[in-house]
């Protein structure tokens, strides 16, 4: 099952919650799930129905008994390593609460064990937290991507006193993950909310072509304006257009160049690829004054995009890049081994739309072969997928 979380109006800690709960987590599941967290005497979570702006939403709360402490990282990490609960849940809780810790360590300037969670340390948040991952693994969702995330402006009174929006640990959190900014005086991503998304998110853009089952949304508490303080989770099935064709959205990074040595372009291929390039090319191109120059295009996931836009501007003359968002279709892939006249070889097999599977040796191996055996890598690479046509 594919999950896509349109954080539109941003996102916390409570209205993810309150979103799985809409898509038809039981409440009864949460309190009896967590309870083997924390004592059950502590907390009780209670669902309700809200309306913002016209959209029926789900919220909750989480009353907890009066006199119960917050918790520092050490803390929390015993309870999750204690709870008899599914390797799932107690792996991403851990994940998302450490996601908070070295944000907090960093920022305050202490040892990560030393960290003591207030806000996010209290009974509400710990349920949000280990809440949520017991909706990830109730509802078996194996892939989740999320929308840009929209941060707020203003201040935000805290146990540290009044911090600016975005709150200093939400920032740290949401480091190299496409964030928007907007004109809203209010916080609409909290640091439980950042590391929810960073920990559950594997890559951020639009609503991918998909075929919808289920929409939950989840409301906040505070009013924001003319948009309406919710999130939003949509569930079902990527599209697959035909057989063995999957979708994937990359960042494509482009910049033309009409003024450096030609020998640089080489050396420069090669770091980009080390740094996570996925596709590296050069494109002939005239640019002003009719001068003829070369683009360099690159494709590449946006957790690698800095990494390739500060290549381009340290290793080459260029004074700035561009780059976008883009979507391609990919062809199932996998690596075989196969039988040969030259021996057993690795090469790749392609499934391609029809279903049929094809077998492409890879460059480097036949480049081998050719040199060993003293023959063109043309006839190397054409008597391997001449052996292997229709496996």
């Not at 851990?94 to 207030?118: M, N």
């Not at 050396?267 to 004054?289: H, N, S, T």
Request: glycine residues 8%; hydrophobic residues 40%.
């Amino acid at each position: 099952m594919y999950a896509y979380i349109d954080c539109f109006s941003g996102i916390s800690g409570d209205m993810t919650l309150a979103a799985f709960v809409d898509l038809g987590v039981p409440v009864s599941f949460l309190n009896d799930s967590i309870s083997r967290i924390l004592p059950q005497e502590d907390f009780c979570i209670e669902e309700g129905v809200v309306t913002r702006n016209g959209i029926q939403a789900r919220n909750i709360i989480v009353n907890e008994r009066k006199g119960v402490s917050s918790r520092d990282y050490a803390e929390i990490r015993s309870l999750l390593n204690a709870g008899d609960i599914p390797n799932f849940v107690k792996e991403t809780s851990l994940e998302i609460f450490s996601r908070i810790a070295q944000a907090e360590a960093k920022i305050h300037g202490c040892p990560i064990d030393k960290v003591h969670f207030h806000e996010v340390g209290g009974v509400d948040a710990i349920v949000d937290i280990t809440g949520t991952a017991f909706c990830v693994d109730f509802l078996k969702l194996t892939s989740i991507s999320a929308s840009r995330i929209p941060l707020g402006n203003g201040f935000v009174t805290c146990s540290h006193g009044k911090l600016p929006v975005p709150a200093p640990a939400t920032l740290e959190i949401l480091k190299n993950i496409p964030v928007r900014g907007t004109d809203i005086q209010h916080e609409l991503v909290t640091p439980t909310g950042a590391a929810i998304i960073a920990s559950l998110a594997t890559s951020f853009h639009s609503i991918p072509d998909m075929q919808i089952e289920r929409i939950g949304y989840g409301a906040g508490k505070r009013d924001t304006g003319n948009i309406p303080n919710l999130l939003r989770i949509i569930t079902g099935s990527k599209n697959k257009e035909t057989y063995g064709r999957t979708t994937e959205w990359v960042v494509v990074v482009e910049t033309c160049i009409d003024d450096m040595n030609p020998e640089i372009f080489t050396f420069l291929m090669e770091r980009l690829f080390e740094d996570g390039a996925l596709d590296v090319c050069w494109v002939p191109v005239y640019m002003k004054k009719n001068r003829p120059g070369t683009m360099i295009q690159v494709v590449c996931k946006e957790n690698n995009r800095k990494k390739i836009v500060d290549r381009i501007l340290m290793e080459t003359t260029t004074s700035g890049v561009r780059f976008y968002e883009s979507e391609r279709f990919i062809l199932d892939r996998r690596i075989v081994e196969i039988d040969t006249s030259y021996g057993k070889l690795q090469a790749k097999q392609i499934t391609k739309p029809d279903g049929t599977n094809l077998i492409v040796p890879e460059y480097e191996v036949c480049r081998k072969i050719a040199i060993e055996k003293n023959i063109p890598v043309r006839v190397v690479f054409e008597t391997i997928c001449r052996e292997n046509h229709g496996k």
